[in-house]
C-alpha cells in the first residue's frame, strides 16, 4: 500500500445476463468510460480520507480509522457503510491495512453518469485491489453475489468470453470486433436498475435445467462469431426470448420499441441501465427514432466500446 494511481474500466455484457452465474458462456466489453483511483498519503496517522467525484463533482466524502475502519463522518451514511464494508474485506486479505501507521487522503474521480450502471462498484473493487495488491476476484466475491465478469473486465483491454467452471472463472481476451459495428448502439433507458437486488431475486427463482445453460453458452458462441448483422440480430432475438419466458418478463422491444427496425436486446439486469440496439438503419435514423422517444444518451460502437 502506496501512493499511486490506478485505472478500472466499465463495461456492458453484451451476452449471458442471469445465467452466467450458474455457468452460462458470456460476451463482455470493456468501455472507455471508467474510474481512476489516486492515494496520497497523509501525515495525520491511522486516518483514510475519501471521496468520489462524478463527473468531477464532489459526490461523496467520509473519513475513516483504519484500524477498524470506524466512520468518523460522512456525507451519506449508506454509502459510508458501502465503503466501510468494502475496506473491512480488504482488510482480511490485506492484513497490512489494519497494521499501517500512516494516513491515507483517496480520491475516486468516475467519468460517467453515476445512474448509467456501468460498473462504478466493480471499478471501485478492481482500483482498490490494486491499491492494496490482493486478488480482485476475492475482494469481489467478498462483497457482491453477482459472477464476478465485471471485476475482470475492468482490467481487460479487449472484450472478453466469461464462465464459470465448477465456481472458477474462466476469463479469455478476445479480438471481438465486428465488421458490423457500425450497426450497433447502446441507449440508456433512464431506470437505475439495482444490479445486487436483480441477482438476489433470479437467485431465488426455481425450474431451470442445464439444457438453458447450453442455449445461452450457444447464443453467446453465435454472437461472437458472427459474420453479418443479420446473424448477430438473429442472436440477439433469440437471446430475448428464452429470458423473456424465463423470467415472464416482455422482452423489451414488444415493449417500449415494437415499431423499432432492428432488434433490441436489454443489457445486464432487465428493466432499466442500457439496452444495445442493431439495425441497419443509418445514425442518423437511429438517434432520431431514439430521441423521440425523449432517449438522448445513445452511442455508437466505437463511442464506447474500449
Request: proline share 3%; hydrophobic share 40%.
Amino acid at each position: 500500500m502506496r501512493s499511486g494511481e490506478y485505472y478500472s474500466n466499465g463495461k456492458f455484457l453484451l451476452s449471458g445476463e442471469y445465467f452466467v452465474l450458474y455457468g452460462a458462456k458470456a460476451l463482455a466489453v470493456p468501455l472507455k468510460y471508467g474510474q481512476r483511483m489516486l492515494v496520497d498519503e497523509l501525515p495525520e496517522p491511522g486516518i483514510l480520507h475519501w471521496e468520489t467525484y462524478v463527473l468531477n463533482k464532489l459526490w461523496f466524502s467520509a473519513g475513516f480509522k483504519l484500524k477498524d475502519m470506524e466512520i468518523i463522518e460522512s456525507s451519506n451514511s449508506k454509502t459510508a457503510f458501502f465503503i466501510q464494508n468494502l475496506l473491512k474485506e480488504g482488510g482480511k486479505l490485506q492484513p497490512g491495512l489494519y497494521l499501517t501507521t500512516k494516513g491515507y487522503h483517496i480520491k475516486n474521480y468516475i467519468d460517467f453518469d453515476i445512474n448509467w450502471g456501468l460498473g462504478s462498484s466493480s471499478s471501485l473493487v478492481s482500483n482498490l485491489a490494486y491499491w492494496l495488491d490482493v486478488d480482485p476476484y476475492a475482494l469481489y466475491c467478498s462483497t457482491f453475489q453477482g459472477s464476478g465478469y465485471d471485476v475482470f473486465c475492468a482490467r481487460a483491454r479487449r472484450p472478453i468470453i466469461y464462465q464459470l467452471k465448477e465456481n472458477r472463472p474462466q476469463i479469455n481476451e478476445t479480438s471481438f470486433n465486428p465488421s458490423f459495428s457500425d450497426h450497433l448502439y447502446f441507449v440508456y433507458l433512464g431506470k437505475k436498475q439495482d444490479s445486487q437486488e436483480s441477482v438476489k431475486n433470479f437467485k431465488a427463482q426455481k425450474g431451470f435445467d442445464d439444457h438453458i445453460i447450453l442455449e445461452i453458452s450457444d447464443l453467446t458462441d453465435s454472437m461472437f462469431k458472427s459474420v453479418t448483422v443479420t446473424d448477430f440480430l438473429m442472436a440477439m432475438h433469440l437471446h430475448e426470448e428464452i429470458l423473456s419466458e424465463f423470467l415472464r418478463i416482455p422482452m423489451v422491444k414488444e415493449e417500449l420499441f415494437p415499431d423499432f427496425h432492428g432488434e433490441i436486446k436489454s443489457l445486464g439486469a432487465w428493466g432499466g441501465d442500457f439496452v444495445m440496439a442493431g439495425t441497419t438503419m443509418s445514425a442518423k435514423e437511429v438517434k432520431d427514432y431514439f430521441f423521440g422517444k425523449n432517449l438522448d444518451v445513445v452511442f455508437n460502437w466505437m463511442e464506447i466500446v474500449y
